[in-house]
């Protein structure tokens, strides 16, 4: 399903525009592409990980399919649902098999979903490719596989590599230590092999990563300890330093760490991209508890830097746990013509797009608020805001009140329609969201202006999972069919 939705491509180091059939040529990757330059192809279906543990319902989590076909009877609906076979597991990210790169050959496709669990250190492989809106259950690798082979647990995100396998990241060790690592599985059988680091290596709090082998690179991120962030959020974790502010540079081919980048201002840096032109040397990471987007790029002597390019203020407030409150940006993403950037700020309740055709001067060119926790009526009071004039209204959408703050996203590939999801991690929402807990969470579809720049609240599409079958669920990431913005790597 992924293809170039390129018209043409902004050369990130020139001021030169070089259309897409020029850039065709010179990036050996988009020969995969299973669309010619230009064209696209509007998403069906969504796949999203939903979560019971810390919400009143005892059953697994499991993966819903959504209809986001207009002109489908069952748009806006649920159609399958498929229960993991145990419980508290936490499903979060998700991956695929096979690489983008991997197109062409015959003996690869992109059939089965690899959900790691962030709790239980689980890996469920999800066949997808038999009956798409009907996915199943196609293998379960064990902690213990994990925990004996490689010494890590509580995962994270899920990549596959143009060598066939498939690299997850661990935030820890069995313990709940923050020793971190990465997962190497193969990419046909799922067995566990190993560590993708060399024997004695670790990724200090290990949460995200995101690889570009032209420049032999792997950066990864960092967010906390699993024992500091496995029931909920505590400040003086913060001021003990608890928490991660570094980004890790890696070799790609020696599998081995090279520089650490401590972020100024850069606490929790979470979510992580590098620009999708292959030969790119930069790209973004969203800080969440900094509140801020820094750039990272490549010197000419080698080494990597960072610079903070984004800020979004705290609010002065009372009636929360703090005297300030941080956006807490939690999901970012660039989409497919490396354009915009898009965020969300879990907390202060808002989206925004940026115009990154200079990366080292983001462009504000959209914003929307849908929900969070300084809505009018609501428990919090601002007293000082850099920002706003007024605390913003709450959002209801066909009747329903939405609870808790936009946090994952997706775009599509023609970069026209922007989904959200409002939940962040089950023990996070019942501390900050407690209505999230009760009500469930919603998905969202933002109509985006691609030319100018400019978000539009679809006020006719909502998918609440606060009437699943089986009681209030918590949706996270969003995936399509074949691959998206955030789970393609181009060689």
């Known amino acids: 399903m992924l293809l170039t939705t390129l018209q043409r491509y902004w050369q990130p180091d020139t001021p030169e525009v070089i259309p897409v059939a020029q850039s ?23 796949y999203l990980p939903c979560i019971y543990r810390n919400t009143s319902t005892e059953a697994p989590d499991y993966l819903a399919t959504v209809d986001v076909d207009p002109k489908s009877p069952q748009y806006c609906q649920v159609i399958h649902r498929l229960p993991m076979p145990n419980m508290k597991d936490e499903l979060h990210h998700s991956g695929w098999n096979t690489c983008s790169s991997c197109f062409g050959d015959s003996t690869k496709s992109r059939t089965k979903l690899m959900l790691p669990c962030l709790i239980s250190s689980r890996i469920y492989v999800v066949d997808v490719g038999t009956e798409p809106r009907a996915p199943k259950l196609h293998k379960v690798i064990e902690p213990q596989d994990i925990h004996a082979k490689c010494d890590l647990g ?11 396998e498939v690299m997850i990241s661990a935030l820890g060790d069995p313990k709940g230590n923050g020793k971190g690592g990465f997962v190497l599985l193969d990419g046909e059988t799922f067995e566990v092999k190993g560590t993708w680091e060399r024997p004695g290596g670790a990724a200090p709090l290990g949460y995200d ?6 420049h032999n690179v792997m950066i990864s991120t960092e967010w906390a300890a699993p024992n500091v962030l496995r029931d909920g959020f505590n400040p003086a974790d913060v001021q003990a330093g608890l928490y991660g502010s570094c980004l890790h540079v890696w070799d790609w081919q020696r599998h081995e760490m090279v520089q650490t980048l401590h972020l100024q201002d850069g606490l929790i840096p979470l979510e992580i991209r ?29 080494t990597w830097s960072v610079e903070k390019v984004i800020q979004v203020p705290p609010k002065k407030v009372k ?8 956006s807490l940006i939690t999901d970012i993403l660039l989409s497919l013509d490396d354009r915009f950037l898009y965020f969300s700020n879990w907390l202060h309740g808002d989206l925004r797009q940026y115009d990154i055709s200079d990366p080292k001067r983001p462009r504000l060119t959209g914003q929307l608020f849908l929900g969070g926790s300084i809505v009018k009526g609501g428990p919090v009071q601002v007293l000082e805001d850099q920002e706003l004039k007024s605390q913003p209204e709450p959002l ?9 703050g936009p946090q994952m996203i997706q775009l599509s590939l023609d970069g026209k329609r922007l989904y959200v999801t409002t939940s962040l991690y089950s023990a996070w929402d019942k501390q900050f969201y407690p209505d999230l807990i009760r009500e469930g969470s919603v998905m969202l579809q933002i109509d985006v202006d691609t030319e100018k720049g400019g978000l539009k609240l679809n006020p006719n599409f909502l998918v609440d999972f606060g009437k699943e ?11 399509y069919p074949g691959g998206d913005c955030s789970s393609d790597i181009w060689l």
């Not at 050996?28 to 279906?45: K, N």
């Not at 509580?154 to 066939?164: D, E, F, N, P, Q």
């Not at 990563?209 to 032209?214: D, G, K, L």
């Not at 620009?275 to 490549?298: D, M, T, W």
């Open 154 to 164: 509580y995962l994270h995100t899920s990549h596959c590599l143009a060598s066939g």
């Open 24 to 46: 065709y040529q010179m990036w050996e990757v988009w020969t995969w592409l299973p669309y010619p330059p230009g064209g696209h192809e509007r998403e069906e279906i969504v």
């Open 274 to 302: 590098f620009l999708h032109n292959p030969a790119a040397s930069q790209g973004f990471v969203g800080c969440a508890l900094g509140s801020n987007i820094q750039r990272f790029y490549k010197n000419e002597g080698g």
């Open 319 to 326: 009636g929360w746990m703090l005297p300030e409150m941080p």
């Open 469 to 479: 079958p089986l009681g209030p669920a918590l949706a996270h990431e969003l995936r």
């Open 209 to 214: 990563f995101w690889y570009q082998p032209r």
């Open 396 to 404: 209801v959408v066909k009747g329903k009140r939405v609870a808790g």
